[in-house]
């Protein structure tokens, strides 16, 4: 059994306030979360970041963060989102000069990850190019014997009727279930709506984390009220399909009891 982490919207900042001084703590999040994942045992196989990984883009924010992540022992790939700015992540993390999109698979072990880039700039929304979509077709054809676990950043639009913003334009989502039909998906892990969300699509598990930065309270329909609430998923490949486990960041939750496991594995049943 594999397991990985998922991580998405650090939003991360050179300085703590951001946003008309609303204080998110961008760096003593990553930190704390660096320092359990660090602590995990097994150890996660490799870790995803599906997008959002600096706020505004900027040069300072992706050096500061790319020095952080190199406290991670475990591989981490990388998606963009719309906060992204495609030169300055490519000159900080693939030292080129460049605002060439970030798509590409790694195979690992028996699994082939696809990691697709959503993001355009100057738009909320996501989309997928045809260039992207030739290159997705070319490596679920090569690696047909296993199976895909693709990451991007908007999820695929599930309702006609949803916000424009919140996903995939219309187009992407069509062509796309065009090109998972009848491929071995394991699952699609995204980011950008800042919600904990999974939704079946297809018959294809779409893996959302609220990521860590904040949240959306959902109980409130005549605005979007954005609350506290930080956190990433850990998610098991078992032989009959994937779970997935959020772990809450913030807040901290309060320790009612602890209880040795020992005394769980002793039980009768």
Same mark, same amino acid.
């Given at each position: ?19 008309n ?27 995803? &970041? +599906?997008g #959002?990984?600096?706020? @505004?883009?900027n040069? %300072? =924010? ?5 020095? *952080? /992540? ?7 790939y ?11 992540f490519n000159?900080?993390?693939?030292n080129?000069?460049?605002?060439e999109?970030l798509?590409?698979?790694h ?9 697709l880039?959503?993001?355009?700039s100057?738009k909320?929304s ?17 690696n047909k ?9 908007h ?10 913003w &919140? +996903?995939? #334009?219309?187009?992407? @989502?069509?062509?796309l %279930? =065009? ?5 071995? *998906? /394991? ?6 709506i800042?919600i ?15 990521g ?19 956190s ?6 078992r ?14 939750a ?8 020992k005394?769980?594995k002793?039980?009768?049943?």
């Amino acid at each position: 059994m594999k397991r990985f982490i998922h991580l998405t919207d650090l939003h991360f900042s050179s300085r703590d306030k951001t946003q008309n001084e609303i204080h998110f703590e961008t760096r003593k999040t990553i930190l704390n979360v660096i320092k359990e994942i660090n602590n995990f045992r097994p150890e996660p196989n490799f870790i995803l &970041i +599906s997008g #959002d990984l600096s706020n @505004t883009g900027n040069i %300072k =924010s992706y050096e500061e963060l790319y020095q *952080i /992540l190199k406290n991670i022992k475990t591989p981490i790939y990388y998606a963009l989102g719309n906060h992204d700015k495609k030169l300055s992540f490519n000159k900080v993390f693939r030292n080129i000069n460049s605002e060439e999109p970030l798509f590409y698979n790694h195979i690992i072990e028996d699994l082939n990850l696809i990691v697709l880039d959503t993001s355009v700039s100057g738009k909320v929304s996501g989309e997928i190019s045809d260039e992207q979509f030739e290159f997705l077709s070319n490596c679920l054809t090569q690696n047909k014997q296993m199976q895909s676990l693709i990451m991007m950043h908007h999820p695929p639009k599930f309702s006609m009727s949803s916000p424009n913003w &919140i +996903s995939l #334009d219309e187009k992407s @989502t069509t062509k796309l %279930k =065009s090109k998972l039909a009848n491929q071995n *998906i /394991l699952a699609i892990v995204c980011g950008h709506i800042h919600i904990n969300q999974t939704n079946f699509w297809h018959g294809i598990p779409i893996i959302i984390s609220n990521g860590l930065y904040s949240t959306i309270d959902l109980s409130i329909k005549d605005e979007m009220r954005i609350i506290e609430g930080k956190s990433f998923n850990v998610c098991h490949i078992r032989d009959n399909g994937i779970g997935v486990t959020v772990v809450p960041v913030k807040p901290t939750a309060k320790v009612f009891k602890s209880i040795n496991v020992k005394k769980f594995k002793n039980l009768k049943i």
